[in-house]
């Protein structure tokens, strides 16, 4: 499992980013997939979760209605939809995949970590 993740730039408040994460090993292997986030100074946190075929989502709060997790399994590759984006929002963006089924907000769960992203949303 290689995951590469991209999408990451700097946006004004209120903007969109669409966040990619490809496994570029195609590892069949791999079940959920998530998105965490981690800003300076404070402990890396949950953002998002999809299962394995791609039906069921999970969110944080925070995100709740504004993100959007998707992910094409023919390419292995997730996706977060970010809108109405927030200053809160800045922060390293990771890539996260699971060998176990089912929808997991804790980061010890997750087995492969994409390298992270930046995403910095100005006000």
Do not use: H
């Amino acid at each position: 499992v290689q995951l590469q993740a991209s999408g990451g730039g700097l946006v004004q408040a209120g903007g969109s980013l669409r966040l990619s994460c490809a496994d570029s090993a195609r590892t069949s292997r791999i079940s959920s997939m998530g998105w965490f986030r981690q800003a300076p100074g404070k402990e890396r946190e949950f953002v998002a979760a999809i299962d394995r075929r791609g039906t069921r989502e999970r969110y944080a709060d925070s995100v709740k209605g504004r993100f959007t997790i998707s992910r094409d399994n023919a390419k292995t590759t997730v996706f977060l939809q970010m809108n109405s984006l927030k200053p809160e929002d800045t922060a390293v963006y990771y890539c996260a995949a699971s060998l176990a089924t089912g929808l997991y907000d804790a980061s010890s769960v997750y087995d492969y970590w994409g390298q992270g992203t930046q995403v910095t949303v100005s006000s």
